[in-house]
């Protein structure tokens, strides 16, 4: 995969909003698809044999700004049930608070060729 020098790469954005699953507009009205999420388990042991844990699995989440064709905006209600959140607001420190209030680090953010892309990871609770 080639990396291509961003010489006009803009801020991440401040606000994504889930519109459809899978896409999230920002405050200019760019979109934002769900290209990958990965599950990884956290630095305890989870899953088979974890007596007594019920630490969940860190998620990261790779995004890239396209265009897609305008649909209406699904609410809240009519989504499917996901671990991504509703809506990332820009916080400080290169991370975004979602609206559960879960902290999700921006591990990346730059350009595949022309594609602007967004990399979040979100932070063990406990994290703030």
């Known amino acids: 995969m080639a990396w291509a020098a961003a010489p006009h790469l803009r801020e991440p954005p401040d606000r994504l909003w889930v519109r459809r699953p899978g896409i999230y507009e920002d405050e200019a009205g760019r979109t934002w698809v769900t290209v990958v999420v990965r599950l990884s388990p956290s630095h305890r042991i989870w899953g088979r044999g974890a007596s007594g844990s019920t630490r969940e699995p ?3 989440v790779h995004m890239w700004q ?5 649909q209406e905006p699904m ?16 916080y400080p420190g290169r ?6 209030s879960s902290l999700w680090e921006i591990v990346d953010h730059g350009q595949i060729y022309t594609t602007e ?9 406990g994290n703030d």
């Open 117 to 125: 892309q967004l990399i979040l990871s979100q932070q063990p609770v």
């Open 75 to 90: 609410s809240p209600s009519q989504l499917p049930l996901s671990r991504l959140p509703l809506m990332w607001q820009l």
């Open 58 to 60: 860190n998620i990261t």
């Open 66 to 70: 396209i265009p897609v064709h305008p």
């Open 95 to 100: 991370r975004y608070r979602a609206t559960d």
